[in-house]
């Protein structure tokens, strides 16, 4: 096959060149501009929430909610052991102690009871990550929150338009954070958000965010800042992406759908599973292969897809086999270790065709049914 198969890749055009173009000739490019605030408003109303404060990433978000809620040296923070690295890394940047546990073998998103089971007098906190977009078991997590007294930072930098019970993943703790980072469901280049129903700690994350300067007072500074700010020129970019996101969350379902249908009854490949009432934004969509049962490895399928022009990538390797974090995972992750061996995310990239998935889906039951 000659045509490109994108994994990730991100869907840009006219319009968002369109943007930018009227970022640059408004001389407005660095953190000073109207498109800014007007990201922010317009983020706020589709996901129904009170305030919006942007940011420089995904992970800036997950930092500055940690720092806003007063996280810190002697509290612990329970959040999953299959996800990328930044949750943990924001834990570790306050100084309190990440409490890394076990996933739903199913959902592959953090399970309640392992976060029941891991609570402590110090426990202050629980990150949820809505996995490849799909959304957490927010009701049995907000349960537990709610009876002991806990913060909840949802980590919904996958999973914009993502819904449980039509409520909007990262709309269900006291802070949601997104990214837009290259590959996600919409762009801005390298950004991210964070949303509350709390305006009073959106109005004072957006001073911390910018230097903790009061203004008001010229070059003054009375508390710890971050130079955590979204350029005018990312959130225009951002403005002319999330006016095409439900183009973008409609084509991605549509992939996800041509995955399940097409690679239904596959023996030994099965799909992430969503809650009763979940709806994924199905950021990367996935498989689980049972190489035992197939007697092959992920890694020999990976590399098949790879002669045939397809990329794929390998899940996240498990938060608490990281050298740095192997002392923070106080009971064996055992659900973790199986989906990273034996998963991998298939081409999920609105810049492919329906026909592109088709060979995809083909390619990977010959490989699987050859053996």
């Not at 990730?8 to 408004?26: C, T």
């Not at 997590?141 to 914009?160: K, N, P, Q, Y």
């Not at 995972?329 to 026909?355: I, K, Q």
Request: charged letters at 20%; glycine letters at 8%; aromatic letters at 10%.
């Amino acid at each position: 096959m000659c045509k490109r198969i994108y994994l990730d890749d991100p869907n840009l055009g006219a319009l968002e060149k369109e943007y930018l173009l009227r970022a640059i000739d408004s001389n407005f490019v660095s953190t000073a501009g109207p498109f800014v605030p007007e990201f922010e408003e317009k983020f706020a109303g589709y996901l129904g929430v009170k305030s919006c404060v942007s940011t420089q990433s995904g992970t800036a978000a997950l930092h500055m909610t940690l720092v806003e809620l007063g996280v810190g040296p002697g509290d612990e923070v329970i959040l999953p052991a299959l996800t990328f690295v930044a949750p943990a890394n924001a834990v570790m940047y306050v100084g309190a102690t990440p409490v890394i546990v076990d996933v739903d073998p199913g959902t592959w998103n953090i399970s309640p009871a392992a976060i029941a089971a891991a609570l402590t007098p110090r426990t202050k906190a629980i990150i949820p990550v809505h996995l490849y977009g799909n959304p957490c078991d927010m009701t049995a997590i907000m349960a537990i929150a709610d009876r002991h007294g806990l913060f909840v930072i949802e980590d919904a930098t996958e999973s914009l338009g993502a819904t449980l019970n039509n409520k909007f993943a990262g709309t269900f703790g006291d802070f949601g954070c997104f990214s837009f980072n290259g590959n996600k469901l919409i762009t801005t280049g390298g950004g991210g958000m964070i949303a509350t129903n709390r305006p009073e700690k959106a109005e004072h994350l957006k001073f911390l965010v910018n230097q903790a300067r009061d203004a008001s007072r010229g070059y003054f500074h009375p508390e710890v800042g971050y130079n955590y700010r979204m350029t005018n020129l990312e959130a225009a970019l951002g403005l002319a992406q999330f006016s095409r996101l439900p183009e973008f969350l409609q084509k991605k379902r549509a992939i996800l759908a041509a995955y399940e249908r097409e690679l239904a009854g596959v023996a030994g490949i099965r799909l992430q599973q969503s809650y009763p009432g979940a709806a994924s934004a199905a950021w990367l969509s996935s498989i689980v292969v049972d190489t035992t049962e197939l007697g092959i490895t992920i890694g020999e399928i990976q590399a098949k897809l790879k002669e045939r022009g397809i990329p794929t990538r390998r899940f996240f390797y498990p938060l608490g086999e990281l050298p740095l974090y192997q002392q923070y995972t106080p009971v064996r992750c055992d659900n973790a270790r199986r989906l990273y061996d034996n998963g991998l995310n298939l081409p999920s990239s609105t810049l492919n065709s329906m026909e592109d998935i088709s060979f995809v889906t083909a390619t990977v039951r010959e490989i699987v049914q050859g053996r």
